[in-house]
Structure formats: structure tokens, C-alpha cells
């Protein structure tokens, strides 16, 4: 098959390797994704993000690293796998690597922080970070950072923006060539994005809060917005995103956000963003290897130059103009 998505968000590399001490590798492993299954699925580029666990999630896991050291732990896993798997894979900081890379027959890995945490407040490490090849940064993940407020149920807390740093970071990511992204921000981080990004900006693995009213998920003005800004919603494929009181992911319910998004925000806004390895719930389409079926059912109800938009051109023309 010819390679043709892009997958904005998955956690296989921090959640599902780094921590196995060498047991789980990205060539073969019962994850959501692994070498095998994205050369069967059909991926161009895969997004592969570095989760920093804090707060209750680090202490479940057993976490004594400072956020910093998290990220150093996980990148030394990255490159060991993507030096062990240079024959399929290749990184990738832009869209002239993910071309080139094509052209020789190797997928593309875009490495990307989830969660500005182990930033810190120093705005070297936005430095340190494009130099190390991260080209997305994830901003907040569910907690409060030295960028800004996460997504939050109290509707007083969702209003909080980003702080006077992570405007300052916005515009420093710009100048970088770093991916914004604004999946997991509060609603009014969101719309700080909005107004200082000069740069498409991105919501790597979310979805439609109207139709599911998840905080993580985007409403029709938000949604609206990013489109006219350039940007695109990487659809989450997590159950809890894509319909309320649902632990089972279906095809249809990703069509159905599909569909919703290109009406509110049009089919240029629409992204693929998984969050493979980084979600619990029961895949109908089981891993990777499903994309194509996605595609499939997409075609149902968009062209095909609109599928192709959707798996892997918006994302690239996003990336075009964003990344360097």
C-alpha cells in the first residue's frame, strides 16, 4: 500500500518502550503500534510523543525523575530505537525530511513533548528541545505548568489563559519552527494560541465537544477558529472523547466527528490524531492496521481528494508552514 497517513499523537515510545528496560521495542510489540503494523496500515509520518508523567500519574508509576530528567530518559530510548530501526524509519524535523524519506521508502518520525512541564520556565530549554529534533509541543497536559492552564469541568478554572512565559514560548516556538499545540489547554489558553501564534497552530488528538461534552473536546467556535487560523484537529480516537459513557471505540463514531468538524470548521481543519498506546479503550479496528478501514468508511461520505486531506495533506500543509 501506498504510505499515506499522518498521525498526529501517540504515546507508544514513552508509555509503551521506554519504561519496559529494553522487553518492549518499536520493531515488533503487542501495542497499538510498532514498525509492522504501521507499514502494513499505511503511515507516511507518526507523531510520537513524549508523555512527562506527574503529579498522581508519576507517582503511580513510580516516577523519581524531575519532569527534565523524564524527557532525557525517554529521548535516549527514541534514539536507540530509531537507530535500531533505520532501515524503515527515519526522523524527520519538517516537511522536506518527510518527502525525502519517502522518496526512499522509510516512514517518518516526528518526535513531540506532551505536556511543557519539563520547560520550566526557561526559555532555553524551548532551544534545547528544537535542537534534540522536537517539533510539537503539547503545552498542558492536565495540570497547571509555567505555560498555562489545562482543560478543567470548573468552568471559572477553563477560562484561565497562558501565562506572560508561555505567550513569550508561543512566539518563541514560532520563531523556532515548533508545532503549538493546543490539545489538553484550557478554552482560554486556546484562544490566547489564537491570538499571539503567527503560525498555524494545531489540536493534535482531540474532538467535538458538541457532540461529546468532554472538556479535552473543542467546541464549534474553537474549532471555527483553528480553521480559519490554518490549523487542524487531529481526530482522538479515544472512546471517552468520541461519545459520552463509552469505553468502545467505532469507526462510526470517528466518521461522525469527522463529519461534524468539516461542517463547523471545513474538511481543511480535519486531521488524523490517534493517541495510540495512550488510550484503554476497545478499538474496533484493534491497532494501526486499521487506518486503511478509516479511510474506508471516510469515503462514504467525503471524496477522495477529501480523504486524502484528511489522512495525510492537512497535516502536511500544516507541517509546510509551521515546521523547520
Known amino acids: 500500500m501506498d504510505m499515506r497517513f499522518v498521525d498526529l499523537h501517540c504515546d507508544t515510545i514513552g508509555e509503551h ?136 469541568r470548573d468552568s471559572e478554572k477553563m477560562q484561565l489563559g497562558l501565562k506572560p512565559f508561555g505567550i513569550d514560548a508561543v512566539r518563541r516556538m514560532n520563531e523556532l519552527g515548533i508545532l503549538v499545540d493546543v490539545s489538553h489547554l484550557s478554552d482560554g489558553g486556546f484562544y490566547d494560541v489564537a491570538k499571539y501564534s503567527q503560525k498555524p497552530f494545531v489540536a493534535s ?38 461519545r459520552e459513557d463509552s469505553n468502545d471505540t467505532t469507526i462510526a463514531d470517528i466518521v461522525w466527528h469527522a463529519r461534524h468538524i468539516a461542517q463547523v470548521a471545513g474538511v481543511d481543519a480535519l486531521a488524523l490524531g490517534s493517541d495510540f498506546d495512550g488510550i484503554g479503550s476497545n478499538l474496533e479496528f484493534k491497532d494501526y492496521t486499521g487506518m486503511p478501514r478509516i479511510a474506508d468508511a471516510l469515503g462514504r461520505h467525503f471524496t477522495a481528494a477529501e480523504v486524502d486531506k484528511i489522512c495525510s495533506g492537512n497535516a502536511l500543509r500544516v507541517i509546510r508552514e509551521s515546521m523547520k
Open 17 to 152: 518502550i521506554a519504561r519496559s528496560t529494553g522487553a518492549v521495542t518499536l520493531r515488533r510489540n503487542d501495542g497499538h503500534i510498532d514498525i509492522e503494523k504501521l507499514q502494513k496500515g499505511g503511515a507516511l509520518a507518526q507523531f510520537f510523543a513524549i508523555f512527562i508523567p506527574t503529579h498522581a500519574e508519576a507517582e503511580q508509576a513510580g516516577l523519581k525523575l524531575t519532569p527534565y530528567e523524564y524527557f532525557n530518559f525517554v529521548f535516549d530510548a527514541y534514539q536507540r530505537e530509531m537507530k535500531a530501526n533505520a532501515d524503515a524509519i527515519a526522523p524527520a524535523m519538517n516537511y522536506g525530511d518527510i518527502m525525502a524519506n519517502r522518496g526512499k521508502g522509510l516512514i517518518s518520525s516526528v518526535l513531540t513533548i506532551e505536556d511543557g512541564v519539563p520547560i520550566d520556565g526557561k526559555m532555553e530549554r524551548i532551544d534545547e528541545f528544537y535542537q534534540k529534533g522536537v517539533r510539537l509541543i503539547t503545552l498542558t497536559w492536565n495540570y497547571e505548568n509555567s505555560l498555562g492552564f489545562p482543560n478543567s
Open 205 to 242: 488528538h482531540s474532538c467535538a465537544r458538541a457532540l461529546c461534552s468532554h472538556p479535552r473536546c473543542m467546541t464549534d467556535d474553537m474549532l471555527r477558529l483553528l480553521g480559519e487560523k490554518g490549523g487542524v484537529c487531529g481526530i482522538n480516537f479515544c472512546a471517552a472523547f468520541l
